[in-house]
């Protein structure tokens, strides 16, 4: 196929690359479940769902007076939307196009792209969620505070740029051994339910149950976020830099990773899906 080249200033570029994102976003979601609207629906019940079970399991269990002091359906909600953001986003990029989808005949689409527009679509349906979610709890059911609701959303971002991260690993290997990466994926996100420490608060841990989850960096996004809602909690085994630290790296390896498949891929490798 013939292909004009030109050259671009870097502005340009950059405003190329930005509206490839935007359009391959708004596909990603329309193609995963036709209707915007829908999408939101969905994701709004699979919230809903999530904090009745864990609302009624903590009075069930008679857990409710371990939490932290402050609105109970707030504390269930501020580890519920991390997990479930890290948890979507991990989900979106491991399965978004690879290097010999058809999609990326399409010059200048490119694997980064298909990346990046997987990870802003479900960050986009989960915001939207937790905002109406929030909004509808606040101005029909509680009035509620947050102390600090800025870095409580930084820690929201930071869950997502995890999943962005791990997602990228999991779509870079996913070519040489694809089925086992789909059961790796599907693990990882339901051991998180757990390992994420969003059912308990960190410094209620004796020393050797914390030392079971404070290995995991979404374990340290939920609790400082907590932190960081309620005036009257202050993380002491969570820290901010070790999410950041170990995500990073995830991500560097990832990206190492998708350009080696990008180079060594071939169709052979998809046909074996």
């Not at 792209?113 to 979610?133: E, G, H, N, P």
Request: with cysteine.
């Amino acid at each position: 196929m013939f292909h004009n080249s030109r050259k671009e200033s870097g502005l340009t570029a950059a405003l190329t690359i930005a509206e490839l994102v935007y359009h391959a976003s708004a596909r990603k979601i329309r193609v995963t479940h036709g209707n915007a609207m829908i999408a939101l629906l969905i994701n709004l019940m699979q919230l809903f769902v999530f904090v009745a079970a864990f609302y009624v399991m903590f009075s069930l269990l008679g857990l409710r007076n371990s939490a932290v002091r402050g609105d109970f359906l707030l504390y269930l909600m501020s580890g519920i939307f991390l997990y479930m953001t890290h948890a979507k986003t991990l989900g979106a990029v491991a399965g978004s196009e690879g290097p010999t989808s058809a999609m990326m005949q399409h010059a200048p689409m490119n694997t980064v792209i298909a990346i990046l527009s997987s990870a802003l679509s479900a960050l986009y349906i989960q915001v939207l969620a937790l905002t109406i979610i929030l909004f509808v709890y606040y101005m029909g059911f509680q009035r509620f505070v947050i102390e600090d609701a800025a870095s409580a959303f930084a820690m929201l971002m930071i869950a997502w740029f995890g999943g962005l991260a791990i997602g990228t690993v999991m779509l870079a290997l996913k070519p040489w051994i694809p089925n086992l990466i789909s059961i790796v994926t599907m693990i990882y996100q339901r051991a998180n339910m757990i390992a994420s420490g969003k059912m308990f608060l960190a410094n209620t841990l004796p020393g050797f149950m914390l030392a079971m989850f404070d290995w995991n960096p979404l374990f340290h996004c939920i609790d400082q976020a907590r932190g960081f809602t309620f005036i009257n909690y202050t993380p002491r085994h969570s820290s901010i830099a070790y999410p950041l630290i170990v995500y990073g790296i995830i991500l560097v390896i990832g990206l190492m990773g998708e350009f080696y498949t990008r180079r060594n891929s071939s169709l052979s490798l998809s046909a074996r899906r």
